[in-house]
């Protein structure tokens, strides 16, 4: 079989563990020369390495995300080491879990600059390159909770919204430039911010134990599941798959 991505280059934010790093090693199992942009440097120059290590062609720069200066400066280090960029893979996010009385303006503008900031910023870094490559493929990632609120989550559930709804305009305005945009979004996965998210939720009363977690998506995703579905809407195989919400949740928006 093809490798999906060969001959491609792909950038992840928020690439160095976790569902992004599931990501970067699937990418370059599939033929993608890879570059890492995260604010963990050792994890993600770590893994960079490992890339390379196997065969593959990979490059990490770090960055904090959400200061325009840093992801510019990431973003041309990884044009020059890579070249052009065909994907992006928009990962980068975090959490915040409070009571919603309890929120300050701070949380909110810290939150509302890790999610969506940052989606904005290496966007608008990494699409000119794909025009000149004659087109790309975005993935962004937001989640269930975009259209299914969790209680003390109303920050984080409205910083997914805006993910979404992100995804969709990209699609729109560049569609006949060649350029997709879709939005991936998971469910519960297992991974550090997944684990931390029923940490905290759990120390407030909310149920999502493992039988409520069962219950609603018949098991915890893993990493891997997230980088499949990016896979496939960052590949050709995705080519009528345009502006559209990929949720890998197993059947928990199903309900």
């Known amino acids: 079989m093809a490798q999906r991505l060969a001959g491609k280059v792909a950038i992840i934010s928020g690439g160095a563990s976790g569902c992004g790093a599931a990501a970067a090693r699937l990418f370059a199992a599939e033929g993608a020369a890879v570059g890492i942009i995260d604010r963990n440097g050792d994890l993600g120059a770590a893994l960079a390495a490992e890339l390379v290590a196997n065969g593959h062609k990979a490059a990490f720069a770090v960055a904090d995300v959400s200061r325009k200066a840093q992801v510019d400066g990431a973003v041309a280090a990884l044009q020059s080491a890579l070249g052009d960029a065909h994907v992006l893979f928009n990962h980068a996010g975090t959490i915040v879990i409070k009571p919603f009385l309890e929120t300050e303006e701070e949380d909110w503008d810290f939150l509302f600059d890790v999610n969506v900031k940052s989606m904005y910023l290496v966007t608008r870094a990494v699409l000119p390159q794909m025009l000149r490559a004659g087109g790309g493929a975005i993935v962004c990632t937001s989640s269930i909770s975009a259209v299914y609120a969790t209680p003390n989550e109303v920050l984080y559930d409205a910083t997914k919204g805006a ?50 977690i069962k219950a609603a998506q018949g098991r915890f995703g893993q990493p891997e599941d997230i980088a499949r ?27």
Do not use: K, W
């Open 163 to 212: 993910c979404h709804m992100f995804a969709r305009a990209i699609a729109v305005e560049f569609r006949d430039r060649g350029i997709r945009c879709n939005a991936v979004c998971p469910g519960f996965i297992d991974t550090p911010h997944g684990q931390r998210e029923v940490r905290e939720l759990t120390a407030m009363g909310v149920d999502v134990s493992d039988a409520a």
């Open 229 to 255: 579905a990016a896979l496939y809407l960052a590949s050709d195989e995705a080519s009528f798959v345009n502006g559209a919400q990929l949720f890998v949740d197993g059947g928990f928006s199903a309900v």
